[in-house]
């Protein structure tokens, strides 16, 4: 049975659902909170949700896909096919808060959906994600050093289709992060980078050379770079900076910090302007829906903390991505970093500049900025402290 009712924003999560409710709704009583708001008509509403939901989504039965009438349940009826009722593509979608609020709205249109491209092939974004799964294993368990050989590409298609050729998915990261316009111009000077290091107490560290990036001999492996290739690891602010460096349990220790600015103009891939996956309902974005889905699941995986006993292995697949990014992506627009999301501090930013020790100097506001050709950072003056732990 269909019911009618007037309802309020405050029961969705979508930006645009509570957009569109607020500019088209009247001041009334919301029937399910009571309270008097701006509200819209269930049945209006349905009618709009529906044209954004058939854009991606649509009857299995209808589209032709394989029927098993002997099954009890309707979403078991298909065959290899996942099918999910309309009240549940309306909270995943939208953010319903309710389920008894989902089936009013779905009672206005068909029950049962699912997406448009899994009927006979996998959908967009799964081809890239499990592109994405198979580059993982092969870039560490295969076949590392003559990976990109262009006669290796042969080796790792799939015959179905089932996924992207893990030889091609850093292509498709490239892609993807033009497409969603993820750089960020930072001009000279713009650009404030705390880096910190631990040490032992009294040690004197606070210049350019020693607290920048590592020599390449001393370099490490790191989430973004291999041993050996000397990167400069930063946050945005002292805090995250300090959580992303402190071990505890080094007695008789102190972290300095210092504050670099950039003496180049920087382009930077930055992973903490991706918003999530577009709205439904934005009509200019839902081509970019597969290539988001993408990207938020790469970024899910990227983000995971790394632990102390976890194998050098784990390391590989992002130290790939991100000399994939430095040097492919370059040749289109010259990139010199990324911005990423701290894992040790939430709501903290870190970043990785592709800058070496020998690009790195003391602030030195005398020499005039054109005489920098090969530098990239200085160490902003009397901008270092020192704390115990």
């Given at each position: 049975m269909m019911k009618n009712y007037p309802i309020c924003s405050k029961h969705f999560e979508d930006p645009l659902v509570i957009s569109h409710i607020k500019s088209s709704g009247q001041k009334i009583k919301c029937a399910i909170c009571k309270k008097k708001a701006i509200c819209v008509e269930v049945r209006d509403l349905a009618e709009v949700l529906e044209e954004a939901v058939l854009s991606e989504y649509d009857d299995p039965y209808s589209r032709g896909a394989p029927y098993d009438k002997e099954q009890t349940f309707y979403e078991d009826r298909f065959p290899?096919?996942?099918?999910?009722?309309?009240?549940?593509?309306?909270?995943?979608?939208?953010?319903v808060?309710?389920?008894?609020?989902?089936?009013?709205?779905?009672?206005?249109f068909e029950h049962a959906y699912l997406s448009t491209q899994s009927i006979w092939t996998p959908e967009e974004h799964e081809r890239l994600i499990d592109g994405w799964q198979e580059f993982k294993e092969v870039i560490k368990h295969k076949i590392r050093f003559l990976f990109f050989r262009p006669e290796h590409r042969k080796r790792f298609e799939n015959p179905y289709g089932d996924f992207v050729n893990p030889f091609d998915i850093l292509d498709e990261v490239c892609s993807a992060i033009t497409r969603l316009n993820l750089i960020t111009r930072f001009p000279i000077r713009q650009l404030k980078i705390f880096r910190a290091q631990q040490h032992t107490t009294g040690e004197k560290i606070g210049y350019a050379k020693r607290l920048g990036s590592p020599p390449g001999y001393l370099a490490k492996d790191n989430r973004m770079s291999p041993a050996g290739i000397s990167m400069f690891y930063g946050a945005f602010d002292p805090d995250t900076c300090f959580y992303e460096v402190a071990d505890t349990s080094w007695t008789g220790s102190e972290i300095t910090t210092g504050t670099f600015?950039?003496?180049?103009?920087?382009?930077?891939?930055?992973?903490?302007?991706?918003?999530?996956?577009?709205?439904?309902?934005?009509?200019?974005?839902?081509?970019?829906?597969?290539?988001?889905?993408?990207?938020?699941?790469?970024?899910?995986?990227?983000?995971?903390?790394?632990?102390?006993?976890?194998?050098i292995l784990d390391y590989i697949p992002t130290q790939v991505v991100t000399e994939?990014?430095?040097?492919?992506?370059?040749t289109k627009m010259k990139v010199h970093g990324l911005i990423y999301r701290s894992v040790k501090n939430p709501g903290g930013k870190c970043v990785v500049l592709f800058v070496d020790n020998d690009q790195i100097v003391e602030d030195r506001p005398e020499i005039e900025i054109t005489t920098y050709s090969e530098l990239f950072l200085s160490l902003v003056e009397e901008s270092i402290t020192t704390q115990s732990l």
């Open positions: 290899g096919i996942s099918v999910s009722y309309t009240e549940e593509v309306l909270q995943g979608e939208f953010g808060d309710d389920g008894d609020i989902a089936a009013d709205i779905a009672a206005f600015t950039n003496l180049k103009a920087l382009n930077l891939i930055d992973f903490t302007k991706f918003k999530g996956v577009p709205s439904l309902l934005d009509k200019s974005s839902r081509g970019k829906r597969a290539v988001a889905k993408f990207i938020q699941s790469f970024l899910r995986d990227v983000a995971i903390p790394i632990k102390p006993d976890d194998k994939y990014l430095r040097y492919v992506l370059s």
